[in-house]
């Protein structure tokens, strides 16, 4: 039973298009986070939301629209997709904001290739 | 800012040599400092900890210890086995902020 899942976990598609990513996590976590991995593969924090909120916004294009429906779920939607978007984006989940344990539980990433 | 800089890989091995892999980071204050290994296949999860000078932490035969004085927390083990293939990332996040800094990540291959 997976904790972290996310879906997909690829997707290639062209520019211009408008696509999502989906998320889900059954640890009963209240934050949710989402993270770019680049080519190079350096890990960036892009949002992060607590019970719902946004807590986390880290300068992203407003392209890209996270969604948290429940506290168990944080969706990532992406308008008008760039060449540069293309990366590995992983969902993660942590058990209270401010906590100090650094322990994030992560998805196994999903891999978007604009083309 | 916060910064993580680790070694560059990929890093191959061959079974029950040792390992160390570099990490160094630039933080203001006492940041805790942490190991996340991702195996083929499977997201990022956490290998180990330590939150403040001196600490060792450990788990799997890796140990890491939070050098203050040199702004370092290098990962080591003993005796490497082709399961700990992976990559390794180093991390580290200041209290109160759940913001975690990682570095690029080191490809580590064991070869039997």
């Known amino acids: 039973d997976t904790a972290v899942s996310q879906t997909p976990k690829y997707l290639v598609t062209q520019m211009g298009n408008d696509k999502s990513i989906k998320c889900e996590q059954n640890?009963?976590?209240?934050?949710m986070y989402w993270y770019k991995q680049d080519s190079k593969k350096f890990l960036k924090i892009m949002f992060s939301?607590?019970?719902?909120?946004?807590?986390i916004n880290e300068t992203v294009p407003n392209r890209f629209s996270p969604k948290s429906p429940d506290k168990a779920h944080l969706n990532l939607h992406i308008n008008s997709l760039e060449l540069g978007d293309s990366a590995v984006y992983f969902c993660a989940s942590s058990q209270a904001q401010g906590a100090d344990t650094g322990e994030l539980f992560f998805g196994e990433g999903s891999r978007l290739t604009v083309l | 800012g916060n910064s993580v800089t680790q070694m560059e890989g990929p890093v191959t091995l061959s079974e029950e040599a040792f390992l160390t892999i570099n990490c160094t980071y630039t933080?203001?204050?006492?940041?805790?400092l942490f190991w996340y290994v991702q195996y083929p296949g499977e997201g990022l999860q956490l290998l180990l900890k330590?939150?403040?000078?001196?600490d060792k932490g450990s788990n799997k035969g890796f140990e890491a210890t939070y050098r203050k004085e040199t702004t370092s927390f290098h990962l080591e083990k003993g005796s490497v086995q082709v399961s700990d293939s992976a990559v390794y990332f180093c991390?580290?996040?200041?209290?109160?902020?759940?913001?975690?800094?990682f570095g690029t990540g080191t490809r580590l291959t064991i070869i039997p």
């Open positions: 933080a203001t204050g006492y940041p805790s």
């Open positions: 640890l009963g976590h209240d934050t």
């Open positions: 939301y607590n019970n719902k909120e946004l807590i």
């Open positions: 330590a939150t403040k000078a001196d």
């Open positions: 991390a580290l996040s200041n209290f109160g902020n759940e913001k975690l800094t």
